[in-house]
Structures are given as C-alpha cells and as structure tokens.
C-alpha cells in the first residue's frame, strides 16, 4: 500500500477516534453514577436509536470484513454465515425480545433468577456470558489486526500486535467513562457510516457490471477458479460428511445463538417498554437485512473483480477483501479515488471494531458486577463493599486485557469463523436455559444451572479438541496435534446437550417448581405488569 492510503486511513480513523471519545467525555459529564445509567443508558432511547444502535452491535467485523471474504473465497458456502445471522432475528424478534425487556432489569441472569434461587443462577449465567463475550471480543480484535496489518503494507506482527492493544485500550476507555449511552451513541454514529460505506460499495460493483448481477456471478465463478462449484453448494462444506455435519452444526450456531449473545440480549433494556423493544427489533431487521444482502454483492464483486487467488494471497482466511475491492473500484493502487476509498473503508471497518467491542464489553463487565460479584458478595460478609459500577469498570479493563492476549494468539483464523464459535457457545449455554425459563413451567434451579453448564462445557472442551486448536496447517497450534472431535463448530452435538442437560437437572431435582413465581414471571413477561 503506498503512503497516501497510509496517511489518509490513519487521519480518519483519527478523526472517528476523537469524535468518539468527545461523545465519551461529554456522556461522562452528564451522567449520575447509578447502576442504571451505567447498564442501561436510563433506558430513556427510542426504538429507532435502539433499532440502530443494535444494528451497530450486531454488524461487527465479522460481517463486514469476514463474510465477504468468506464469499469471496467460497462463493456460496459462504453466503451461509449472511442467511444464518440474519434468519436469528426471526427467533430473537417472535420469542426474546418482548419476553426479555419485561422479565430482566441489566442481564439474562436477571431473567432466569427471577424464579429460581438467584446464587447458583447468576453465577452459571454470568460465567457463560463472559466467555461468549470474549469469545466474541477475539473476534474483533483479529479482524482489527488484519485491517492494519494491509493498511501499513504486508502482514507487520508488530503493527498488528500494537493495533489489537491499541483497541483493547479504547474499548475499556469507552465504557469506563461512558458507559451504555456513550456506548449506544458510539453504535448509532457507526452503523450509519457503516450502511453508508457498504451501500457505496455494492453500487460501484453493480456499476461496474451494468447491473446485470448474472454477470456478476459468472464472473466470479470464472476467476474463482472452481468455475460452476463456485456458485453450487459444497465447496467448502460439502467434499465428505464430516464437512457436511460441520455446516449444518454452523448454521444451528448461528441461527440459534443469536437469541443468547449477552450483549444483544441487554440493548433491550435500554428502552422504556416492550413495546419499544419489539419495535427496535424490526427496525434492526431491517437495517441488517440490508446490509446482508449487500455483503452478498460485495463478496461475489471481490471474487469478480480481484480474483479468488489475489484475495487469498494478502490474507489467508479472506479478511481484506473488502479493503482490496474498494481500492480496486476507486482507480486502483495509486490513484487518488483508490486511495480515498479505501481509507474511508479502513477507517469504517475500524469504527466497527471499536463499535462493537465496546458493547460487548460492557454487557460481559455487567455480568461480572450484576451477577458474579454481587453473588458472591451476598455470600461473604466480609467482601468490601465496592458499589457494582466500579466493579464493572474495573471488570471491563481485566475483561479487555484477555480478549487482547487472545486476539494476538488466534490472529490468522477468520474473523466469521470466530464469530461462529461464539454464536456455538452463546446458542448452547444460553438459549436452552433462557427458553426453559420463560416458557416451562417445572423448571427448576437445578435444572437451570445443569443447562448452562451442560452447554458450556461441552461447547468449549469440544472446541478445544477441534482441528480449530491443533491437527492442521490452519489450527491455532499447528506444531501440535490433541484433535479428536472431527467438527470445527460444536453446536450440533453442544446445543442438545444444553437443552438434554436443563431437562435431566430439572426432572432429578428433590426442589418442588416454584408456582407462584412462574405465574408471576409469566404475568409480567407476557403484559409487562411490575417490568423494571
């Protein structure tokens, strides 16, 4: 890359950088330090601010820089990561959304514990909140280090290793001082520049075509490489039945985890009713619908234009090719519209980054405060007592210090792969127990902490013992090889056992169910009667 791109990316990523922090100082200035502005911004936003603001949580890297890749390497295997995030909102906005915002007050413990002995609850909840978080937070990280890496020319370790602490730092500076408004006006600037970013892009390589999207494709498959393959199923997912069982167990983790992801599931308290927060998620729908469909052109655009082989060339797991396409359609390398363009699209994808990561750790540092601290203290009399906010900034710099540590580690995989792993977690440890709570009327404690757990742990031993960690040439340690379990996504085997797990803890528990308190949960996730 030559030093303009250097020079022009750098100063607006400066310049979002800095208008991001001032909305942080000023937030920081007029707001009162009560658990409820620091979790929930007051939940005094519109559902249009919210409908953005999820927008801007849930369109993270991956979906930017990882499913175009993806796309743009696999063709149409890699359109299923674009149906799968986007088909999860159905689930989220017929069966969450409403049922959340009425039950809970700050995190999805809230809603499991108000039926159940709170102790044991909160603390399976926020264990597995916190590891979907970070999970989720290496994703971005590795997503940022791959953007600077092609930013500065080549693959600089140091550069990408600067950058990714350099995040890591930002995101704990955002919520700290800002908490969920700062947050949430961070989320709101960024999708806008993001859906204006994407949408600019789809109309150069649309342009590009004459409109004609048939030509498109068969001009991506051509110099794919893999001519028709490319645009039929089984490229990637289809060469034997391991890779067949690995697709429909990653497209269970996506469709599915959606509904569990603790940072998704806490923007629906950030508005004062259920009403709003339906609201808010037909507003998501919309904006992420659309930006779906134009990640779609954008991946068979860089597929067309660059070639699969020039795409895999600067980044192995397919990470830059938005970047290359935008440089690409602006002139090409050394051009000023080449130049201008893919600044401007560095520069998005690194609000994204910052963007998201920013409400991820928020929602995992209100898990540790909400529910593990506060658990805990409840137990030891002796514990200080150190108000839940403070504990919650203090969570987000340690939470921040290992998603750093272990973005540098998993910084070659791709960022939507990543991303799959977590939705695996979050659909296995979450969503069983979340779903049993609202809708089961015997459900018992027993029953909800064997579910969390009995997803948690499988998901996560099960990814360890995936050729994601050892085995291969692609796996995080490739020099050594305790591979065991053949599929790179658990969520087909973890999934059930969250759900098999929370039915057998429930039906062997001495504890009677307790009815009046389902009664009382159904009331008021039903009408939103006594809703925080």
């Given at each position: 890359?030559?030093?303009?791109?250097?020079?022009?990316?750098l100063l607006l990523?400066?310049?979002f950088?800095?208008?991001?922090?001032?909305?942080?100082?000023?937030?920081?200035?007029n707001?009162?330090?009560?658990?409820?502005?620091f979790?929930?911004?007051?939940?005094?936003?519109?559902?249009?601010e919210n409908?953005?603001?999820?927008a801007?949580d849930?369109?993270?890297?991956?979906?930017?820089l990882?499913?175009s890749?993806l796309?743009?390497l696999?063709?149409?295997d890699?359109?299923?990561?674009?149906?799968?995030?986007?088909?999860a909102?159905?689930?989220?906005?017929?069966?969450v959304?409403?049922?959340?915002?009425?039950?809970?007050?700050?995190?999805?413990?809230?809603?499991?514990?108000?039926?159940?002995?709170?102790r044991?609850v909160?603390?399976a909840?926020g264990?597995?909140?916190v590891t979907v978080?970070?999970?989720?937070?290496?994703a971005q990280?590795?997503?940022?280090?791959s953007?600077?890496?092609?930013?500065?020319g080549?693959?600089?370790?140091?550069a990408?290793?600067?950058?990714?602490?350099?995040?890591?730092?930002?995101?704990?500076i955002?919520?700290?001082?800002?908490?969920?408004?700062?947050?949430t006006?961070?989320?709101?600037?960024?999708?806008?520049?993001l859906?204006?970013?994407?949408?600019?892009?789809?109309?150069?390589?649309l342009?590009?075509?004459?409109?004609?999207?048939?030509?498109l494709?068969?001009?991506?498959?051509?110099?794919?490489g893999?001519g028709?393959?490319?645009?039929?199923?089984?490229?990637?997912?289809?060469?034997?039945?391991?890779?067949?069982l690995?697709?429909?167990?990653?497209?269970?983790a996506?469709?599915?985890?959606?509904?569990?992801?603790?940072?998704?599931?806490?923007?629906?308290?950030t508005?004062?009713?259920?009403?709003?927060?339906r609201?808010?998620v037909?507003?998501?729908?919309?904006?992420?619908g659309?930006?779906?469909l134009m990640?779609?052109?954008?991946?068979?655009?860089?597929a067309?234009?660059l070639g699969s082989?020039?795409?895999?060339?600067?980044?192995a797991?397919?990470?830059t090719?938005?970047?290359?396409?935008?440089?690409?359609?602006?002139?090409?390398?050394?051009s000023?519209?080449?130049?201008?363009?893919?600044?401007v699209?560095?520069a998005?994808?690194?609000?994204?980054?910052l963007?998201v990561?920013?409400?991820?750790?928020l929602?995992?540092?209100?898990?540790?405060a909400?529910?593990?601290?506060?658990?805990?203290?409840s137990?030891?009399?002796r514990?200080?007592?150190?108000?839940?906010?403070?504990?919650?900034r203090v969570?987000?710099?340690?939470?921040?210090?290992?998603?750093i540590?272990?973005?540098l580690l998993?910084r070659?995989l791709n960022v939507a792969f990543l991303?799959?792993?977590a939705f695996?977690?979050a659909?296995?440890?979450n969503?069983?127990?979340?779903l049993?709570?609202?809708f089961?009327?015997g459900f018992?404690?027993r029953?909800?902490?064997?579910?969390v757990?009995?997803g948690?742990?499988?998901a996560?031993?099960?990814?360890i013992?995936?050729?994601?960690v050892s085995?291969?040439?692609?796996?995080?340690?490739?020099?050594?090889?305790?591979?065991?379990?053949?599929?790179?996504n658990?969520?087909?085997?973890?999934?059930?056992?969250?759900?098999?797990?929370?039915?057998?803890?429930?039906?062997?528990?001495s504890e009677?169910?307790?009815?009046a308190?389902?009664?009382?949960?159904?009331?008021?996730?039903?009408t939103?009667?006594?809703?925080?």
């Open positions: 890359m030559n030093h303009g791109h250097q020079t022009l990316a990523f400066s310049a950088v800095a208008t991001t922090l001032a909305i942080t100082t000023w937030v920081s200035r707001r009162h330090g009560s658990a409820e502005e979790y929930v911004g007051g939940r005094l936003f519109s559902p249009m409908g953005f603001a999820i801007g849930y369109m993270s890297a991956a979906s930017f990882g499913i890749g796309i743009a696999f063709g149409y890699g359109m299923l990561y674009s149906v799968g995030f986007l088909v909102w159905l689930l989220v906005l017929f069966l959304a409403e049922l959340v915002r009425n039950c809970g007050r700050f995190t999805l413990a809230d809603v499991i514990a108000a039926r159940m002995r709170e044991p909160r603390i909840a264990t597995s909140s978080s970070v999970l989720y937070l290496v990280m590795v997503g940022a280090g953007l600077v890496g092609l930013l500065l080549g693959s600089s370790g140091a990408q290793t600067w950058t990714v602490i350099g995040v890591g730092a930002l995101m704990v955002y919520v700290t001082l800002g908490g969920m408004r700062a947050t006006w961070i989320q709101i600037v960024k999708a806008v520049l859906m204006a970013g994407a949408l600019t892009l789809s109309v150069l390589v342009v590009r075509f004459q409109g004609d999207f048939n030509q494709l068969t001009t991506a498959a051509d110099r794919s893999h028709k393959d490319f645009l039929a199923p089984g490229l990637k997912y289809g060469g034997n039945w391991t890779a067949r690995d697709f429909i167990s990653l497209g269970l996506l469709v599915l985890g959606t509904a569990g992801l603790p940072h998704i599931l806490s923007r629906f308290y508005v004062p009713t259920a009403r709003a927060a609201r808010s037909v507003w998501a729908i919309g904006l992420i659309s930006f779906y990640t779609i052109v954008l991946g068979f655009g860089a067309a234009i082989d020039r795409v895999r060339a600067s980044n797991a397919g990470n090719a938005v970047p290359l396409l935008s440089l690409d359609l602006g002139g090409g390398d050394g000023a519209g080449g130049t201008v363009l893919f600044a699209v560095a998005i994808a690194f609000a994204t980054i963007a990561v920013a409400g991820i750790t929602a995992s540092s209100a898990s540790v909400h529910d593990l601290y506060a658990s805990l203290r137990r030891s009399k514990a200080k007592q150190y108000s839940e906010v403070a504990v919650a969570a987000a710099g340690g939470i921040g210090v290992v998603a540590a272990l973005g998993a070659d991303v799959g792993l695996a977690v659909a296995s440890a969503l069983p127990v979340l049993y709570s609202l089961w009327r018992t404690t029953g909800a902490v064997w579910s757990y009995g948690l742990v499988p996560v031993l099960l990814v013992v995936s050729p994601v085995g291969s040439p692609e796996s995080l340690f490739p020099g050594a090889d305790f591979q065991f379990f053949p599929l790179q658990p969520g087909l085997l973890s999934i059930p056992l969250g759900f098999l797990a929370g039915w057998l803890g429930t039906v062997t528990s009677p169910p307790d009815e308190k389902h009664a009382e949960t159904e009331v008021r996730s039903l939103g009667a006594g809703a925080a």
